[in-house]
């Protein structure tokens, strides 16, 4: 039996002609038509879907691998503390099981990725580059999933490269594409196995469920549960859009039930081997991964961050969303996979990046409707945001000397020129992603966030460094290709150590009262023996100021066009006994 998820070629936009319809209604539905026939037309939909998707995968590591290897790229805590740390250290303590991170085991999250990231590091050596040039291949991955679902729902080569296109021009994919981090990786995983088992859908061959099988415990053993939420959606648009029914799956139950326990094989053992080897510790991480989440806590601050990372194509899809609900069944099916993948983070505590699995129907419904949307609108407003996040960044560059603004003029003219007036398609897709690179590798970097100087690498690659609190220097354990301990508070035993090791320790100056105070409880003193001043990450990537920093800080910066009021200052000490 074959399921298809398309109407045939040819098939009318709507159900009325042209004709018998109002004038206007009639226009409107003769430019749509011709539209998508020119859309249709281009070149890229005369592409084989194979040759499609190679083609998207390489412009997907053209667009996103630039940068990469920039330290003072956009980073935040949980790349620079917890991603990039962690295969160092399974390296330095021949890990490989269960994870360790500062002489604990790690087992927070799923060991997946910190896997791939020691074999990586074992074979390339350990780099910035070669950490994150893992999150751009399933970056990569996750454009052509997204690419091949559209084209299979939608039957047309031309929905699959605009899915794809718009996929890379969101500024979501942008930042979170280019970061070794766990939810661009989950995300990939969970939409190529919708795409497999769209594949298996239609073919019924065991091969595609197979595959299916093991991209979703692929995902389980990278970030958990979680790696059901662009998978389940899918599955239950399907049944949404009564193109899947219950009653076909069951004719297939045998196959369906091997591949649950296939699954079960791969994906559950290293879960039971952490609850043996560390029943506590797995206990607490579980009470403590439920609090923190704060389940059925309204979160209307997640619609900002759908801002975020679908700028600048977030008002094009509001509009249309609005304008298809009671459109075609194909873009309601697209439409109700969105609001599956997006609705459940209102409901819990969530970051801006927990959205990024929600941008593959996102873009497929963009796809599906992008014909239809006649008005400029929604483009220009689009635009104007994000001409206003890259050129405040620019700014900011230029009032302070630190050069790399230049590198905007010409992509933000690109942008400005290709949405503010309908110059073609091609120059729609490909404007936001070339502005994004021009933001994320030329302007950004410049800034110099989490700069570390060459001699505080050379200490970390000489002496054994612990960082205090903070953590900071961020990004020196990368840098330094050395795991560098982190402790957020020292006992008379730690210091003991330190001291007797000779680690010199690092730390904010906000955190001085407390080491003081852990020095002085300890029986300890401590020598300083140099500082620098830096902007430094806390928390996201943008909040680079000095902890503590208000409106009179920013003032005075802004006047005296010095950074030194928003910088923040790392010292670092040598522990001595009284």
């Known amino acids: 039996m074959r399921i298809y998820f398309y109407p045939p070629d040819g098939a009318p936009l709507s159900p009325k002609s042209p ?9 409107r539905i003769l430019q749509s038509t011709a539209r998508a026939s020119r859309l249709k037309s281009r070149p890229m939909s005369a592409l084989t879907p194979a040759r499609q998707t190679l083609l998207l995968f390489l ?6 691998a630039p940068g990469i290897w920039e330290a003072t790229g956009l980073t935040g805590k949980d790349e620079f503390f917890l991603g990039l740390r962690t295969p160092m250290e399974m390296i330095e303590g021949n890990h490989w099981l269960v994870p360790f991170l500062d002489g604990a085991p790690r087992i927070r999250k799923p060991p997946l990725l910190y896997w791939i990231g020691r074999a990586q590091f074992e074979l390339f050596g350990i780099s910035l580059t070669a950490a994150r040039l ?42 979170e594409g280019r970061r ?9 995983l969970s939409t ?20 299916t099988c093991v991209l979703l415990a692929a995902g389980f053993l990278v970030k958990g549960p979680i790696v059901g939420l662009v998978f389940g959606g899918g599955f239950l648009a399907l049944l949404f859009g009564r193109r899947l029914r219950l009653a076909d799956l069951r004719q297939s139950w045998p196959a369906l039930l091997g591949h649950a326990l296939l699954w079960a094989a791969i994906a559950l053992p290293w879960f039971f081997v952490v609850r043996l080897l560390y029943p506590e510790a797995a206990n607490l991480v579980l009470a403590d991964e439920l609090e923190s989440r704060h389940f059925l806590s309204l979160s209307p601050g997640i619609l900002l961050g759908l801002l975020n990372i679908g700028l600048p194509w977030v008002f094009v899809f509001a509009l249309a969303a609005w304008q298809q609900r009671r459109a075609s069944a194909l873009t309601r ?20 990046r927990y959205l990024i699995g929600s941008l593959a129907p996102f873009a497929v419904f963009l796809a599906l ?19 206003l996040l890259g050129g405040g960044l620019a700014a900011f560059a230029f009032w302070f000397g630190l050069g790399g603004w230049y590198w905007l003029l010409l992509p933000a003219g690109y942008l400005g020129w290709a949405w503010w007036q309908e110059h073609g398609t091609g120059h729609t897709l490909a404007a936001p992603a070339v502005f994004w690179i021009a933001v994320l590798w030329g302007v950004f970097p410049a800034l110099g966030v989490n700069a570390v100087p060459p001699e505080v690498v050379e200490l970390g690659r000489q002496r054994s460094i612990a960082m205090f609190d903070g953590p900071q220097p961020a990004m020196l354990p990368i840098l330094s290709a050395h795991t560098q301990r982190q402790y957020s508070r020292l006992d008379k035993f730690d210091l003991a150590e330190l001291a007797a090791s000779k680690t010199l320790v690092f730390l904010e100056s906000k955190d001085l009262p407390r080491f003081a105070e852990s020095l002085k409880t300890a029986g300890y003193s401590a020598r300083q023996l140099g500082s620098y001043a830096t902007l430094a990450s806390h928390g996201s990537g943008l909040r680079f100021a000095r902890v503590g920093a208000g409106k009179a800080d920013w003032l005075a910066a802004l006047n005296s066009r010095s950074l030194a009021p928003l910088q923040t200052t790392v010292l670092w000490f040598e522990i001595q006994p009284e």
Do not use: H
């Not at 070794?180 to 995300?187: E, I, Q, S, T």
């Not at 088992?197 to 469920?209: D, G, H, T």
């Not at 109700?336 to 609705?343: D, E, I, K, N, P």
């Not at 409707?369 to 006649?374: E, F, K, N, R, T």
């Open 19 to 27: 004709a018998r319809c109002p004038s206007n209604e009639a226009r």
């Open 134 to 175: 893992i999150g751009v291949l399933f970056a990569a991955l996750f454009v052509v999933s997204t690419a091949g679902i559209a084209r299979r729902l939608s039957g047309r080569n031309d929905s699959g490269w605009l899915a794809g296109c718009i996929l890379l021009g969101c500024l979501g994919m942008a930042s």
């Open 180 to 188: 070794f981090m766990l939810d661009v990786p989950v995300a990939a």
């Open 369 to 387: 409707a992008l014909p239809q949307i006649q008005v400029r609108w929604p483009y220009r407003l689009g635009a104007l945001l994000a001409l």
């Open 333 to 352: 099916l697209a439409l109700a996979w969105f609001l599956v993948t997006f609705l459940p983070f209102l409901l819990i505590k969530s970051f801006d």
């Open 192 to 211: 190529a196995a919708f795409w497999s088992f769209l594949v298996w859908l239609e073919e019924r061959r065991n091969k595609w469920l197979t595959l």
């Open 59 to 64: 412009l997907a590591l053209a667009v996103l």
